[in-house]
C-alpha cells in the first residue's frame, strides 16, 4: 500500500501562486510516475501534469507555461507550482502514484484550490 499526503492547498486572487506538495510513503517502486489531477464541481477529474521517476514530464495544454511539476525521489515528494492562476484553475487537486510493473495506482485525498476573480 501507498499513502499520499497532500498540502498547500487555499484561497488566492487571479494572477497569484501556490505551491502544493505531495508526499508519498509505503510500498513505492522505484520506477513510478507521480502527478497531478483536478476535479472542479460539476466536471470530470483531469489530468493537470505528471512526471516519472526518471524526470520527463507532461502537462495539460491549459497549464503549460503557468505551472510547473517537479520531484524530490529521495523524499517521495511531487511539487506543482502553480503560478498567474485563473478562476478556472479552481478545483479539488489530487495527488496520484502508480508503480510501473505493477500497474497499481493510488490516489490522495485531494486538497482544494480557489482563485478569486
Known amino acids: 500500500q501507498v499513502q499520499l499526503v497532500e498540502s498547500g492547498g487555499g484561497l488566492v486572487q487571479a494572477g497569484g501562486s501556490l505551491r502544493l506538495s505531495c508526499a508519498a510513503s509505503?510500498?513505492?517502486?522505484?520506477?513510478?510516475?507521480m502527478g497531478w489531477y483536478r476535479q472542479a464541481p460539476g466536471k470530470q477529474r483531469e489530468l493537470v501534469a505528471t512526471?516519472?521517476?526518471?524526470?520527463?514530464?507532461n502537462y495539460a495544454d491549459s497549464v503549460k507555461g503557468r505551472f510547473t511539476i517537479s520531484r524530490d525521489n529521495a523524499k517521495n515528494t511531487v511539487y506543482l507550482q502553480m503560478n498567474s492562476l485563473k478562476p478556472e484553475d479552481t478545483a479539488v487537486y489530487y495527488c496520484?502514484?502508480?508503480?510501473?510493473?505493477?500497474?497499481?495506482?493510488?490516489w490522495g485525498q485531494g486538497t482544494q484550490v480557489t482563485v478569486s476573480s
Open positions: 496520484k502514484l502508480t508503480n510501473l510493473g505493477a500497474w497499481s495506482a493510488y
Open positions: 509505503g510500498s513505492i517502486f522505484s520506477s513510478n510516475v
Open positions: 512526471i516519472q521517476s526518471g524526470g520527463s514530464t
